[in-house]
């Protein structure tokens, strides 16, 4: 096929047109600085204009939508104007061009709204009671893109849940600088179950769902290892990857998401800070078990993880071993 991946300067974005590439489709990637994609045609720009996203998609026989806004903070304008209009002018221009697929990278945070996740499929998006701006916008531009869902247009939304990987720099090295610098605490002793998702796992996952497209379209699939283990378990094994020690102190999750909340008000309040040390719904995250049962995704995608958790954790160590060598 040929097909449009967004967002393809990210990690997995960028790990799903390599894949694409690799198996015979012709890639074209979008985005705001060059993908990096070896034997991908670029397009840089901004997709939330019409005439670019319409220039990124002409001619192409599916999208596959990763680009977004990805923070624990900024204005609701940044995140509304990237996530929701940036996918609704996408959707348009897909849609006139003669797109026929279109696979929109979501979020379990899209139906997460602050308690545990114990099991749970896909539930429905629900914009008005998701934590933080990116969970609304993000679930706000799932309902437009399976909203669009229609005969010769087969609209799929794939939910990875907490990727990570060698390079990754999102979530791994700031855990590793963090940790590190004596900066990451572990909530309520690191005892919430969680799932995430190596990387390989997240890519077989998004490229099965185009595949199956017309066959699953309209619906909504929460992608993750099927491994869940406690927080400070994942934690300690991306400080053992990385060489450096495991976080000691532990801090009530009651009193952190308190605590984030105040630093969320604070934070807004000081010119470009960066990210905050801690917010609410990050603390959330570390304090409260998320973990999903992944049956319905394998039987409707026909895809299995191919790499587990600790021959995940393995690639990591070898990844940090060679930064190290020499």
């Not at 003669?98 to 429905?124: C, E, L, Y």
Request: positive net charge; aromatic residues 4%.
């Amino acid at each position: 096929m040929k097909v449009l991946v967004t967002g393809a300067s990210g990690m997995l974005g960028h790990a799903v047109a390599t894949a694409l590439v690799a198996r015979g489709d012709e890639v074209t990637t979008a985005q705001r600085r060059a993908s990096g994609v070896v034997g991908a045609r670029d397009v840089r720009g901004s997709l939330d204009d019409a005439g670019g996203a319409a220039g990124a998609v002409a001619g192409q026989d599916a999208v596959v939508h990763l680009a977004a806004k990805v923070s624990l903070t900024g204005s609701l304008a940044e995140f509304e104007r990237t996530n929701i209009e940036g996918t609704r002018i996408l959707l348009a221009a897909a849609r006139a061009a003669g797109a026929k697929r279109f696979v929109m990278i979501s979020s379990p945070s899209v139906a997460h709204t602050g308690t545990s996740i114990m099991g749970d499929g896909a539930g429905p998006a629900r914009p008005e009671r998701a934590r933080g701006p990116y969970a609304r916008t993000k679930a706000a531009a799932e309902l437009l893109a399976l909203a669009a869902d229609a005969p010769g247009f087969a609209v799929v939304a794939v939910r990875p849940h907490i990727v990570w990987g060698p390079g990754d720099t999102q979530l791994v090295q700031r855990v590793v600088d963090r940790a590190a610098a004596g900066r990451l605490p572990i909530l309520d002793a690191g005892a919430a179950l969680i799932d995430t998702t190596y990387i390989d796992n997240a890519v077989g996952g998004i490229v099965a769902a185009l595949g199956r497209a017309e066959q699953v379209h309209g619906e909504a699939f929460v992608v993750t290892n099927g491994e869940p283990r406690p927080v400070g378990e994942i934690i300690g094994a991306m400080c053992r990857a990385a060489g450096v020690a495991s976080p000691r102190w532990s801090v009530p999750g009651a009193l952190a998401r308190a605590g984030g909340a105040a630093v969320e008000t604070i934070w807004s309040l000081l010119p470009h800070p960066g990210e905050p040390p801690m917010t609410r719904f990050l603390a959330e995250q570390l304090s409260t078990a998320h973990w999903f049962d992944q049956r319905r995704t394998r039987e409707r995608l026909g895809w299995t993880p191919t790499i587990t958790l600790d021959e995940g954790f393995a690639q990591l160590t070898r990844y940090y071993h060679d930064r190290r060598m020499p």
